[in-house]
């Protein structure tokens, strides 16, 4: 269903949300946009994506898994409560790497604590009608329109937002603000987005994950990472970027926690025996795009890369650029 | 609800001197994630220890509660007995020995309010001068020769001045592992044509991209500091005017720079007379050169002369006071220039305000009498544990670990009467201690810090301290009023008021300005933007002043041992050997060795060392590494299981007292042998 809101409801419309939900939206704090809970602020909504993706609500990069606590030799557990949410303002490309860590945390082995907190967030999606400089969704078929995925898609038109529904739940969140909206029609979205694609082609014609494959194994990645400090910022920000490490902190009682892990640290790939195959820095670089190009396409059936281009906004050495593949 | 809210709180980093700014994730009060904020210094950026900052604040070996000590046990006590026996047990040490056998120890990781209530606690209500911070452990040298060359002892330029220069040396700094952010701008300006001279016996990431790297032997950077300068000399690319207009003592130092002609310099640095030729040409040529150094520079018995042959190859080119120009020590924790700047200094009042100056003015402003005589600085305090010092308090540090000679150390503060540390984990300090205070970390608490630039930021309360720990400037201020000093605290807010009224550098820093941004000091009222560039139109003592220093004689050892950090570790540990991810990248540690060395002595990747000194002896495995010479060792100190400074010595520098901790010379053995 598809539904015109005035910019001035919106506000309104997340209110009504919020008696159900705890709503997560982009906020200005200091000068720059942060998902954190909202309590009525003006949102960030013509900011740059946050640099944390939302992908990391579902997958904390720090989380206690349970709480341990010993008494007479006995362990008892607790485990966190998981609180239902909804996300706004989420954009496409981070939709598309939530899709994609679906099909890697849903499948067997079955990711408990994801699903439980997938199954209690609802999402409202934004499509892009500005994007960014660092922006390249389109090239790699993630953007900037959402397809599915959400509850909700607002598309800014300008003086008003079209609402689109996409799930039982957004009608349902729909119809608690049923007053506030008005039926409407997806003619001027579909120019907007033309218009927006294009604009994100246009920066880079030549972009696109086949020409992305083949240059993989043509870069020189030992130069390319001469700079490279190993800093694991660009897997702390990727949105498709789930490695994690458990640890047992605290004895006798205490928690176990899981840790975001990046597979650009080195003790990442070092084996008991302490050889390591990827000792060097190109070598973990290059497997680090192989992984998002070519192997997780073949596990989940999407492209492991959104073009959100954060990989690049965090690069200490400027060396994640889209230059690289040209 | 509230309390389950995600919410992102800016903050400053806590590690290094760099200052970068960085928003923590909360939900629960717990951090949950850390991204980096957009603004100067880091624009975006984050080094692998800044990323998982939210590895150690929430981590359940956190310190809770009081302790005191009952016996060879701690057992836990309430606030209110801890401080009264404390001030108990201190008023008792004054009485019976005077108050110069009090010392405190403040903390490069508290904030600039918490250090100075410790000085004012120290001074007003101990009675004592006997003050000190970490920084007398590394940029003391500093302090003293650009202090007393320049007129400020601390970074001339700002961080983003680099992106204008067109040579940076740098100079016994690990920048890329040790200073990333900095690191960020210097490969930044490369980019952009910059040209790099590394000059560090090791081939650190930085010497690799370098145009050019001079590999001289540890300890021998003055030889080659002054045949730089005799180069640029001889070549006529000082720049006179500069010289006549800002400076003086040039003329004196001319016929000792003579001597140290690139051949002398070869024979000492071993570095080949040609390339030191070329970096001579390379600094003395450009337009605005920069000379960036660290630990490599200050840490020796002769940092303060190191710093000075700096000091006069920047003064005769003219590379001061100009954009892109200046001198960049690197200060190593989040908050040792503001400790220093809060008067955590025998010497000094806050703003590097001299006692036997501005005495009056700080009896005025505390309306008390205030002690005269100098104090001692931190490794005289500890050598003179247990017989003149008596009762010491020690705000997080970990000198158990971070001293030179750590057996002595130990002896030192286990013969005290009564030793209080504040902390926020468990250490090899704490162990020692009678009392131990919780403390709240970086996460927890308003405050401000200044970081290596000179730029005063603040830090902002993400997450409630754990049990009853309390943030150091309450401790203080409780203990001060116990003293009878009253100090009507409310918040750390109102302790900066007080600083700005009582110290001009700071004059016009409140956290009203600072929620809008950093500030440069000196900042002397509130209409005053602050002050990136230093000594812009002129110095402050008029003239800067030249003066020779000669190279000290080098004993030829077998093995020098060359002591620093890791990049996944800070310092003694306490914080990042607690992240598991930090952990696993370097779980122990290690001793660079040349594979040459290696191969004459049978020893192969991992093989178990013992390293002796006549200090000490530990026990570390070798890692075999093109990146050190032959003949030389290094290891990083922040090991408990090899901890690197049972080897270091007690050698001070005459000027600024700072300990050798940089090198040692070392036998090494295989452990099976």
Redesign the interface.
Known sequence: MMFFLEKRDLPELLRRAGAFFEIIAPVLINGEPQLVSWRGEDLALSAPNPLLPPTRLFLPPRETLFTYLQESGLYTFEVPEVRNRLIFGLRPCDLRALSLLDRIMLAEPFDELYSKRRRSTAIIALNCTEPDESCFCAQMGAGPEAHEGFDLLLTDLGERYLLETGSPAGIMLARASEELLERGDDVEKRKLMRESRDRIMSARPWLSPERMRSRLREIDWRSLSEECISCGGCSFVCPTCHCFTIADLGLPDGERIRCADSCILSGFHRMASGANPKARAEERLSSWYMEKLEHMPVRTGLLGCVGCGRCDRVCFSGLHRTDIFR | ?QV???????TTCVYCGCGCGL?L?V??N??????????PPAR?????K???L??FA????RLREPLMRRGDRHVQTSWSEALSFIARSFDEIKRDSGPDALAVLTSAKATNEENYLLMKLCRAALGTNNIDNVARLCHAPTLFALGSSLGSGSMTNPIASLLHSDVIMIIGSNT??QH?AV??HI??AR?NGARIVAVDPRRT?MA??ADLHLQLRPGTDIALLNAILSIVIREGMIDEEFIRSRTEGFVDILDHIAEYTPEVAERICGVPAGLIHDAAVMYGGAEAAAIVYAMGITQHAHGTDNVQAIVNLALATGNLGRDGSGIYPLRGHQNVQGACDMGALPDYYTGYQKISEFREKFEGAWDVELPASQGMTAVEIMSSAGSEIRGMYISGENPALSYPDSSRIRKSLESLDLLVVSEIFPTETTRMADVVLPIASFAEKYGTVTSTERKVQLIRKAIDPPGNALPEWVVAARLLEIFGISSGYDTSADVMREIAALTPSYGGISHERLERGGIHWPCPTQEHHGTPVLYRDGFPRGRAVFRHVDQRGMEDERFTLIIGRS?YHFHTGSMTR?V??LE???PEAFVDMNPRDAAALGIRN?TGLILESESGTIRARARLSDDVREGMLFMPFHFRESPANMLTEWQLDRFSKIPALKMVSVSIRREDA
Request: hydrophobic fraction near 40%; charged fraction near 25%.
């Open positions: 609800m389950m809210a995600l919410d992102a709180i800016e928003y994730h939900e629960n717990k951090i949950i994630a850390v991204t980096p904020s957009l603004k975006g950026r984050l080094c692998a800044g990323w998982l939210h590895g929430n981590h359940p070996d890329t592992e990333p690191a960020l490969m930044e980019r990431k690799k991209i990049q607690r598991c991810i696993r990248e370097v991992g």
